[in-house]
């Protein structure tokens, strides 16, 4: 099935230490999302990938960083994990509007399963 | 305020009943709503999706968007232990708005055996 794969589901990293998330997809969708989702909160957008363009949120810290190598792969880097970005790490893909063809809804976001990062 | 508001819960109901779940959205862009399932320690998984003003049905789900009070529902009948989750509801714009959808703080429910 064609779906949005997220590696690893957990990962535990120190301090200070950088540590990259990894999210691929078979939908072949052209813009890709990067949420943070701490406990019993709303997933909140840090950035996303239009094709190739880069669109940072204004409130997403320094430390958060993206990479895109091609259309099914992206990373999330964080250089110097603090203890409060333990959280969930969300991916999601959409297919644009003007892609999504006649009758298909239109850029539905599609989630992985997520990365449980803890901090220590 | 936030652009979209949900009660948290959690919201305890037995197995068999309707289970209510509702959103109130302030921005008047917002065109496309949609209600996403999740459990605990997994990824949202989109339940329902729904344009502008209506009902939609899915199976048990029922989605119903009112624009003119900017309130959105979901509905669960013959609710099953197997439904217990946190229900988010999201909202976008149109194409002008861009990709970005607005969360709800979901609400977490708990069908009971």
Redesign the interface.
């Known amino acids: 099935d064609a779906m ?1 794969i ?1 590696n690893p589901r957990y990962q535990v990293t120190q301090f200070g230490k950088p540590v990259t998330l990894s999210c691929s997809q078979t939908l072949n969708h052209n ?1 890709m ?1 990067w949420y943070q989702q701490k406990s ?4 909140k ?1 840090l950035f ?1 990938y ?1 094709d190739k363009d880069f ?1 940072n949120e204004a409130d997403t810290p320094d430390n958060f960083q993206s990479r895109r190598p091609n259309t099914s792969f992206c990373f999330l880097d964080i250089r110097s994990p603090g203890l409060g970005d333990a959280a ?1 790490y ?1 991916c999601a893909t ?1 297919r ?2 003007g892609l999504a063809g006649a009758g298909v ?10 990365t ?1 990062l803890s901090v220590l | 305020q936030k652009e ?1 508001e949900q009660d ?1 819960g959690p919201l305890s109901v037995p197995e068999g009943a309707i289970v209510s779940l509702n959103c109130t959205y302030s921005n008047s862009a917002f065109q ?1 709503f ?1 209600w ?1 399932r999740q459990y605990s ?6 339940l329902m ?1 729904t ?1 502008s003003s209506g009902n939609k049905e899915d199976g048990r789900f029922t989605a119903q968007v009112d624009k003119s009070s900017k309130y959105i529902s979901l509905f669960i009948r013959d609710s099953q232990p197997s439904d217990s989750a946190t229900y ?1 509801c999201a909202a ?1 714009g149109g ?1 002008a708005a861009g ?3 607005t ?4 609400t ?1 429910v708990l069908v009971k055996p």
Do not use: C, T
């Open positions: 949005v997220q813009v999302y019993s909160q709303a997933p957008l996303h239009y669109n969930m969300l959409s644009d509007w809804a239109k850029n539905i976001q599609y989630f992985g399963a997520g449980r | 979209v948290p496309y949609m996403y320690r997994k990824g949202p998984e989109l999706y344009y988010l976008r194409r990709n970005k959808l969360f709800g703080g979901g977490r």
